[in-house]
T-cell receptor, first 114, second 112 residues
Framework: KAGVTQTPRYLIKTRGQQVTLSCSPISGHRSVSWYQQTPGQGLQFLFEYFSETQRNKGNFPGRFSGRQFSNSRSEMNVSTLELGDSALYLC?????????????FGNGTRLTVT | GESVGLHLPTLSVQEGDNSIINCAYSNSASDYFIWYKQESGKGPQFIIDIRSNMDKRQGQRVTVLLNKTVKHLSLQIAATQPGDSAVYFCAERNNQGGKLIFGQGTELSVKP
């Protein structure tokens, strides 16, 4: 099976712009989570989607949003970009609903805000 | 956002030696724990997981130990190889909400 695919791999945006990141989960996986990774704060949970519904949300401002489509693919959007939004954004998928099963991560989208 | 720690501890070992990476988790209600390996330029890669009803679980060259009394998790890597050089993260999932909370990570450096 193909792994989690994230596009684009790299993005450079300027402050005030908005950005949309895309994630295709492993085939058959219905749960998709998003994480932000920075050197200072580590891996921080953004949100989780299951069957097109947001099931969980982290402590990020409303500028960060996401959605999941019927084919389980997911997008996240960041509006009014700030310099501090520069980070590696990671998408992860897993089988099934809430359960003890591991997340499988993609290689991320590196966002740089100038 | 939620996170644990700002500094990245490092562990340097000789090729062939065993490595032990430690992690202290925060929530006594957590019921599932995972170790991930992250190489430069890549996303975290699943290594091994353990449920809270277990104390030990073994994989290929790796063993995870869970001590719920002191909220401590460790990853043991046998016969460490240069390809094991990476940042290792532990993560916990609590039984209320289900999101994974990651530790700060430990950088493992293997000297040939």
């Amino acid at each position: 099976k193909a792994g989690v695919t994230q596009t684009p791999r790299y993005l450079i945006k300027t402050r005030g712009q908005q950005v949309t990141l895309s994630c295709s989960p492993i085939s058959g996986h219905r749960s998709v989570s998003w994480y932000q990774q920075t050197p200072g704060q580590g891996l921080q949970f953004l949100f989780e989607y299951f069957s097109e519904t947001q099931r969980n949300k982290g402590n990020f401002p409303g500028r960060f949003s996401g959605r999941q489509f019927s084919n389980s693919r997911s997008e996240m959007n960041v509006s009014t970009l700030e310099l501090g939004d520069s980070a590696l954004y990671l998408c992860a998928s897993r089988e099934g609903g809430y359960a003890s099963s591991p997340l499988h991560f993609g290689n991320g989208t590196r966002l740089t805000v100038t | 956002g939620e996170s644990v720690g700002l500094h990245l501890p490092t562990l340097s070992v000789q090729e062939g030696d065993n490595s032990i990476i430690n992690c202290a988790y925060s929530n006594s209600a957590s019921d599932y724990f995972i170790w991930y390996k992250q190489e430069s330029g890549k996303g975290p890669q699943f290594i091994i997981d353990i449920r809270s009803n277990m104390d030990k679980r073994q994989g290929q060259r790796v063993t995870v130990l869970l001590n719920k009394t002191v909220k401590h998790l460790s990853l043991q890597i046998a016969a460490t190889q240069p390809g094991d050089s990476a940042v290792y993260f532990c993560a916990e999932r609590n039984n209320q909400g289900g999101k994974l909370i990651f530790g700060q990570g430990t950088e493992l450096s293997v000297k040939p």
